[in-house]
């Protein structure tokens, strides 16, 4: 894995200077070489911080300048089918400089361009090319958005890079917060591409191309992919059950085997759950050599998967490594977090993921993951529960709806907390105040979409209201752009937004501070494509998403050691904003801090915080947004 960075410019700038610093900024992304080109005539500057992967020798050396001269490439990432492309560019016939992908990828662009180079590349990526016969820089992140690629337009110049540490090292820019964007951030625990927290900068779309002209820095986009076309034109095979469950076996194996390719040792996240073992046991498979298997435990039994993955482990033979966490490891992070994800980031899950890469690091360069299997497969509770609930909700008019819907969010919540929190207590419903406020804010939806949303992907139901000076009136939605059934209108969703905004996001930050790479098998374009051709009524069964997963699984591993309650890589948010890190929180969260500093309304922040402190509500998630931003805010100054 590596780090990419750059500059076209109009004006004078040190650019050894500035290049060098870009670099060193990524340098956990890149430690390994470095290297930067820059063209005078043009005043375009291309650097890169290399973590060796394929390739370990100088001919992997980057930036890399095509056969003939014309393209000039930074490339983060790797590329599994490399060697099919290299076979039909012409393989042995073309006196090639190296063994890397990066140069196969490199001729591939110049070959067939770059839409056409990148609909035919399978990997994850984010890279940048300067065209010097046509004078454009082009830059493009792969389908999924699982490596990082932000831009700016600026006083004359254009700038990108894989980190905003990297951006923020060219001079004289304006690096201003979004209050739009952190609105946005309240609401869904990260910013959404192709926003970015700052005004002027943004992110490269997964599965976009960006062409930037080098004279009049005009940018067009265009996308070489789209989960939402790949599964609207899907048709479902004329199949019987087992011949689906038989082609995703080989599928997923040919994926897991292409992404064990690697000149450096490799091993795999494993949490016991089906997608992280379906996943390594495809990789045992594959392997001559116990595969090193990796987890995370904590000694709350209500959050620890440890033993259940030491059990699968055994199972499958693996050289298994597992680290218990005690609370104040975990709490040791929390310092950290800003530094590794360089913009507000706020899935608490974040603790657990660095911890488990900083295992990873210390045996092995590369770890594959699990991550996409639960959007592709259905594998996650609430889309049952969202569709039992949009079926029962949706019954009733929307006229109807709304006014039930003002009726319960007028209500204050000292008057629920007195009438509803007893009843809940005595029917052992905890919180019921806080649910019946939800419901108001659901019943209100006008659409399924937006039912989805403010019930299962918000964290903040009113973000605008949280923040100073945001455009109340600003579009905070989500869309996937599908027109079929409500189950597969999730998974879209999900798969277009939860997972490459949060969990790859996630993944990738928390892996590259330590320098690790991470590959996830279940987002090779082949998975994906098969994926959206399984029909529904295969992919859930009797109320049990995964199926097809599952009996893939169930041939590799007893089916009694796989069913078991999922866990998740959560931590006990609540409680520790209400013990060990109480103060911590309340440093960054004090009345006075947050009128200094203008961004948040005080009222609304304060009085959750003692909401949330009393017992009587639970606003983990709300609070630990503000407070992950204001630990950022102070790390940048």
Not at 124 to 139: C, G, P, Q, S
Not at 284 to 313: C, M
Not at 481 to 503: A, Q, V
Not at 613 to 628: E, K, T
């Amino acid at each position: 894995m590596c780090g990419i960075a750059g500059f076209k410019t109009s004006s004078n700038v040190n650019y050894v200077e500035v290049l060098n610093g870009m670099t060193n900024a990524m340098k956990t992304r890149g430690p390994d070489d470095s290297g930067l080109w820059f063209d005078e005539n043009s005043k375009t500057g291309l650097c890169h911080a290399r973590l060796s992967i394929l390739d370990l020798t100088s001919t992997g050396h980057q930036p890399m300048t095509s056969k003939s001269g014309r393209l000039i490439m930074v490339f983060n990432g790797e590329i599994y089918n490399y060697k099919q492309l290299k076979a039909e560019l012409g393989g042995v016939e073309i006196s090639w400089r190296g063994t890397s992908d990066s140069e196969v990828l490199l001729e591939a662009i110049e070959r067939w361009g770059m839409v056409e180079a990148l609909q035919k590349a399978t990997g994850m990526f984010a890279l940048a090319v300067m065209d010097r016969k046509l004078n454009k820089i082009y830059l493009a992140r792969d389908r999924f958005g699982e490596k990082p690629l932000y831009y700016g337009l600026m006083q004359g110049s254009f700038i990108f890079a894989s980190d905003l540490k990297a951006l923020k090292i060219y001079p004289g820019v304006d690096f201003s917060i979004d209050r739009v964007s952190l609105a946005r951030y309240l609401q869904y625990g990260n910013v959404p591409a192709p926003y970015s927290i700052y005004k002027n900068v943004f992110k490269v779309e997964p599965g976009s191309v960006l062409c930037v002209d080098a004279v009049s820095l005009a940018v067009d986009t265009q996308h070489y992919w789209s989960t939402q076309d790949c599964f609207s034109s899907s048709t479902p095979r004329n199949t019987s059950a087992d011949q689906y469950v038989d082609k995703l076996e080989s599928v997923l194996s040919e994926s897991v085997g292409s992404q064990m390719i690697s000149d450096v040792s490799l091993g795999a996240f494993l949490s016991g759950g089906i997608d992280s073992t379906t996943v390594v046991a495809l990789m045992q498979k594959h392997s001559t050599t116990k595969v090193k298997t990796f987890s995370i435990g904590f000694d709350d039994p209500q959050y620890n998967e440890a033993e259940h993955a030491r059990l699968v482990a055994k199972h499958l033979g693996t050289d298994h490594h597992d680290l218990y966490v005690s609370g104040r490891m975990a709490l040791d992070v929390v310092p950290l977090l800003p530094a590794i994800y360089d913009e507000p980031f706020s899935d608490a899950s974040q603790i657990p993921t660095y911890l488990v890469s900083s295992l990873a690091k210390k045996h092995v360069t590369v770890a594959l993951t699990g991550d996409g299997g639960d959007e592709l497969f259905g594998g996650y509770k609430r889309y049952l529960l969202a569709k039992d609930m949009w079926a029962k909700i949706s019954r009733l008019p929307l006229p109807v709806r709304e006014t039930i819907s003002r009726a319960l969010k007028s209500l204050p919540f000292s008057v629920l907390d007195k009438t509803i929190t007893p009843l809940g207590r005595t029917f052992k419903q905890p919180l019921l105040a806080d649910k019946l406020l939800k419901l108001g804010t659901v019943l209100g939806a006008s659409n399924r979409q937006d039912f989805y949303r403010d019930a299962f992907l918000s964290y903040n139901s009113t973000p605008a209201n949280w923040v100073i000076g945001c455009d109340a009136s600003a579009d905070f939605s989500l869309e996937s752009g599908f027109s079929g059934s409500f189950l597969t209108e999730m998974m879209l969703l999900d798969l277009m937004i939860y997972l490459p905004n949060d969990n790859l996001v996630k993944v990738d930050r928390a892996s590259m501070a330590v320098s690790l790479e991470t590959r996830a098998p279940f987002l090779d374009k082949s998975v994906v494509q098969y994926a959206a051709q399984i029909p529904e009524e295969i992919k859930v069964r009797s109320g049990v998403g995964k199926w097809p997963l599952r009996q893939v699984l169930y041939r590799y591993v007893p089916q009694e050691l796989i069913e078991k309650p999922k866990v998740g890589f959560a931590v006990p948010l609540a409680s520790w904003l209400r013990g060990p890190l109480r103060d911590w929180a309340e440093n960054y969260i004090n009345e006075n801090r947050l009128l200094d500093e203008g961004y948040f309304n005080a009222k609304i922040v304060q009085e959750r915080w003692r909401e949330h402190l009393s017992g009587r509500r639970n606003w983990q998630y709300q609070l630990w947004s503000v407070l992950m931003f204001q630990c950022w805010l102070e790390s940048v100054g």
